[in-house]
């Protein structure tokens, strides 16, 4: 799958994910856009919203925040494509927690490594499969 996103959603997860009152916390959100022919999934809005553990090793979005994300998302003609969250000390790839943790086949996992914080590095993934056997492929991402 190719799924495109606006820059300025890329810089305002980059952003938030390195603000000193969270960091080096993972910084979490969700994605929603719509599903284009040929296999194209375009990300029309990102929704920053909170990691209630408050850890730099996982993430759980605040539920009430899920929820109005959502609501939002039904307003605005959009779907639920999955989400994204960053990782502050290790690469753009899902961490065994995040395949375990991946009960959506049919969302895309965005993941923004801030390791080199100079560089950060933003990936997309589908996972799918039986837990304990996860498959995972990496999605061609697109930075409009």
């Not at 909170?50 to 779907?79: C, Q, W, Y």
């Amino acid at each position: 799958m190719k799924i495109t996103i606006p820059r300025q959603d890329v810089e305002r997860m980059v952003a938030h994910s390195m603000n000193l009152k969270q960091w080096p916390e993972e910084a979490c959100g969700l994605i929603a856009g719509i599903d284009r022919p040929a296999g194209i999934r375009e990300i029309r809005k990102v929704y920053i919203l909170t990691n209630v553990d408050h850890s730099r090793e996982h993430f759980t979005i605040d539920p009430k925040e899920h929820l109005a994300a959502v609501k939002d998302m039904r307003t605005r003609g959009l779907k639920p494509l999955g989400n994204w969250h960053s990782h502050p000390e290790s690469p753009s790839r899902p961490s065994e927690e995040d395949k375990r943790l991946a009960n959506d086949s049919g969302a895309s996992y965005l993941i923004l490594s801030l390791e080199d914080t100079e560089h950060p590095v933003l990936n997309a993934f589908h996972i799918e499969g039986p837990e304990g056997d996860r498959t995972v492929r990496k999605e061609e991402l697109i930075v409009e």
